[in-house]
Structure formats: structure tokens, C-alpha cells
């Protein structure tokens, strides 16, 4: 009897910040998009949008037994280095897990998913897929006004089993359509109705009814349909072709969050799954360099999920930001650095020694008194006890502010920098930024949590760690 594969648990990202797309026009004098863009912050990129919507995967998930971690993105800060396992230290994942990147191209999102999928088949435990873009567009050009960024995380495995992967379908075929150089920042495009017309319409299609052909059942029987292209007109022929009605279609997320690359099939996924009853069909399907599409069945165990942040709430959670600030936290444009000293880069050693507290936020708590501190100490703070340490996850806990203060010197790309002194439930004092915070809002006894962020770039070394941020 063939094992039961499909997700267990699932997680996803959209940044605070929003873009609104007027004030996008309003500077460059062209005409104005509806709506917003979802803008990851200064000190964010796809690496730690992932770490947060793999925490959000994991959080939901009782005993979390991961094998394997496959990332997923378009927009790597590094050129060479293994995402992957950044985002496995920060989600504090075993070591012994096999990890693996993807990128390239937007069709990597769905991979991933399938790659997690066929490494449950193959005999792991669980796997994680976790897909993350911060996607940008040239100053004028429509993709800046269309994209968006954020992340989606999905634990699949074989046990409480929430959507099972019911059958897949996959088309690859070289075409020019959307490139980008190693030394480039934007993509390029080629004309629109070429890709309309011979290459995505024709392809999104084949690849949806290879899969409703696999699993035996016609468009009528598909509770929700997630349909994603870099082309919306190719959705829309899509979507007319199978007579399908407008209540099965789930919302593109154009209006509020943007087109988010390898991310954006996966994230419109999870904005559906929290309204799926037992025994829905969801077809998920995207197109690039080919297509993929899935059928998942939703189970009697998505009855009892509880997802801890909803992609809805995430939305509706949201800050505005000035097109000034974006092209400046992009360096889209020149800017005068802070008249302060550069940031030195980090050294390997010490990180690879202190990585627990630096990526797991992992502090220490005595065993002789109990008491919870952070950084991890060898001796207690309050009994004096030397070596008597256990690890102690800080991640996860909420905080409330002591006290705080506010530099305008400080290096920062967004400033003024708000410093906090949290307060740890259940104990633990530490000092740390604050970030997606309006400075003039910040008051002592706010409840905060914890998010994972880079500090800044030096010598071409992302320096991770932790920030706080209102509770979202």
C-alpha cells in the first residue's frame, strides 16, 4: 500500500512594510498600479524571510522530526554558499539533516515542495521546503510596481498528514522569456505575446490537465485553484479554459503583497489551505521554464490544524514606506553612509563557536537555581554557580520592554536606531534592536518577540542575529 505524502504543517512570511504603488508613480510621473507591494525591511533578505516562515512551520507541527531542508529562492544574498544551512541553524534544525538551494528560476518554489516530497517517499521522516524571494525591478518598469516580497515554509511527511500530495504533474522546455546575468540586478523580459501565446498559456495548461488526469477528476471537483505565471493573462486564459468559477479561484495577493517570485505559488497556497474542509482538491500549478502542478486532498486531520499566523493576518499587519526609503534600503541609489566607522567583518571562528546563541538564540539556565540568561554564561548571575549550565531557548519566548532608547547616530541604513532592554517570559534580561517599530510608538511594558534579521553586511559577510519587533 503506497505511503500517504503531503503536508504536515506549513508556515509563511509577508514583510511589515508596504510599497504603495501611487507613491511608486507619483515620483516617476507614469501611471499608478492598484494597491501595494509587500517590502521586506533594511535589514531582511530571502534568507531571513525563509528563517521566519520555517519557524512558523515548525511551531505548528507537535514533534518536529526533520530530515531534510530544501531552499528555495531567485535572490540569494550569496553567490556561493549554501542558503540551506543558514536557515537550518537559525530554525535550530539537527545537523544531521541533508540540505540542498535551489534557484535560478521561479519554478524552484513548487521544486522544492516536490523535492521535500520525493525525500518522504524515499524513506525520510519529514522534510522541510522553505521558499523565500525579495524580488526587484527596475526603476519605471512594470515588475517593480507588480512584484513582492515574502516567504512560505511546508513540513510534508507521512504521519497527521494535513494535505496529501494526491498526484503531480511536470513540464520542463527551454524558452527566453524572463533572464538575469550573474552581474545584474534586474531580469530582463522578452515580448509579452510571445510568452502568452507559445510558451506559458500552452505549457500551464498541459501541465494542469496532465494532473487532473492523474488523479482522476475534472475541474468542477477542485474545491480551490491556485494558478501562478509571470504572465496574469496566461492565468486568466487558463482559468477561462477550464470553465472555472471565480469562488474557486484563490486570490492572486496582487493587490496586497505583489507577485513574490519562487515563493508566490506556495504562499497562495497557504492562504487557502486555512478554509479547506476535508476532502477539498487543491490544484496548485505555476509556470516558468516549463510548469509543475500538484493535486492535494485535504484530510479529516486539517479539522484539528491550528495555524499559529495566517498569511490574512500577515496582510493586514503593515507599516507604509516611503519609495525614498525603498530605493535606499535596495541601493537602487547612491546614499551617504552614517559619519561613523565601518562595521568590521565577522570572523569564522567565533561564529562557528558561539553558533547556537548567534543562529538558535539558544542562552543557558542554571541547574543549580533555575535561572534563565542570555548570552549563555559558564558562571550563574545569580548563584554563582560555575558550570552548571543547560541550553535555554530564547527564539520563541515573548519579552516585554524595561526600557529603550533611541540613537540617531547610529550605522544604520534606516535610522533612528531604537534600542530595547527586554524582559524574557519566564526570565532572561537582553539588550537588542528594535525593528519594524515606529520609533515614536515604542513604550515601556510593550510585549515584543523575536525576529531573525541580518545586522549588516561587511567584507561581503551577511552578520545575522536576532532583533525584536512588536508581536504580530
Known amino acids: 500500500m503506497p505511503v500517504m505524502v503531503g503536508i504536515v504543517s506549513y508556515g509563511s512570511y509577508v514583510p511589515y512594510r508596504r510599497l504603495k504603488r501611487s507613491a511608486i508613480a507619483q515620483v516617476l510621473g507614469i501611471p499608478a498600479g492598484k494597491g501595494e507591494r509587500a517590502v521586506a525591511s533594511f535589514d531582511e533578505d530571502s534568507v531571513s524571510m525563509g528563517v521566519e516562515a520555517a519557524r512558523d512551520a515548525l511551531r ?7 530530515q531534510a531542508l530544501f ?29 540542498a538551494d535551489s534557484t535560478g528560476s521561479v519554478r524552484a518554489g513548487l521544486g522544492a515542495l516536490l523535492q521535500a516530497s520525493d525525500s518522504v517517499g524515499g524513506g525520510a521522516k519529514q522534510a522541510l521546503a522553505v521558499v523565500a524571494d525579495c524580488r526587484l525591478g527596475a526603476p519605471e518598469g512594470r515588475a517593480e510596481q507588480q512584484n513582492g516580497d515574502g516567504a512560505v515554509a511546508f513540513v510534508l511527511g507521512s504521519e497527521n498528514v494535513i494535505a496529501e500530495i494526491e498526484a503531480s504533474a511536470s513540464l520542463t522546455r527551454e524558452f527566453l522569456d524572463t533572464w538575469r546575468a550573474p552581474d545584474e540586478r534586474f531580469s530582463h523580459t522578452w ?14 495548461g498541459k501541465a494542469v490537465q496532465a494532473v487532473l488526469a492523474k488523479a482522476k477528476i475534472a475541474p468542477k471537483d477542485l474545491a480551490r485553484v491556485v494558478l501562478d505565471c509571470p504572465n496574469p493573462r496566461a492565468v486568466d486564459e487558463i482559468a477561462r479554459g477550464m470553465k472555472l468559477e471565480a469562488a474557486q479561484l484563490a486570490d492572486p495577493l496582487a493587490l496586497t503583497v505583489g507577485q513574490t517570485g519562487a515563493t508566490h505559488a506556495g504562499l497562495m497556497l497557504a492562504s487557502v489551505l486555512p478554509a479547506a474542509k476535508p476532502g477539498d482538491r487543491i490544484l496548485v500549478a505555476t509556470a516558468a521554464d516549463g510548469a509543475d502542478a500538484i493535486v492535494f486532498r485535504v484530510t479529516d486531520a486539517a479539522a484539528h490544524y491550528k495555524q499559529p499566523r495566517s498569511v490574512g493576518r500577515m496582510i493586514e499587519s503593515k507599516g507604509d514606506v516611503s519609495y525614498g526609503s525603498y530605493l535606499k534600503w535596495r541601493e537602487i541609489i547612491p546614499t551617504e553612509p552614517p559619519r561613523r566607522p565601518d562595521p568590521d567583518r565577522p570572523a569564522g571562528p567565533p561564529m562557528l563557536r558561539s553558533s547556537n546563541w548567534k543562529y538558535g538564540l539558544f542562552g543557558s539556565r542554571c541547574t543549580a537555581c533555575g535561572t534563565p540568561q542570555l548570552p549563555p554564561q559558564r558562571v550563574c548571575v545569580k548563584c554563582r554557580a560555575f558550570d552548571k549550565m543547560e541550553p535555554y531557548p530564547f527564539a520563541d519566548r515573548t519579552a516585554r520592554i524595561a526600557t529603550y532608547a533611541i540613537d540617531r547616530l547610529a550605522y544604520s541604513l534606516n535610522p533612528p536606531t531604537v534600542n530595547v532592554v527586554l524582559d524574557f517570559e519566564g526570565g532572561g534580561r537582553f539588550v537588542c534592536e528594535m525593528t519594524d517599530c515606529e520609533p515614536e510608538k515604542v513604550a515601556i511594558g510593550d510585549e515584543v518577540e523575536m525576529t531573525f534579521r541580518k545586522l549588516y553586511t561587511a567584507g561581503g559577510v551577511h552578520n545575522y542575529f536576532w532583533k525584536a519587533r512588536p508581536k504580530r
Open 71 to 99: 531552499f528555495a529562492t531567485t535572490t540569494p544574498p550569496y553567490g556561493e554558499k549554501l542558503h540551506a544551512a543558514i536557515v537550518g541553524a537559525a530554525a535550530r534544525l539537527p545537523v544531521e539533516i541533508r540540505a
Open 60 to 66: 505548528a507541527t507537535s514533534a518536529p522530526s526533520v
Open 191 to 204: 515580448e509579452e505575446r510571445f510568452a502568452l501565446t507559445q510558451a506559458y498559456g500552452p505549457l500551464l
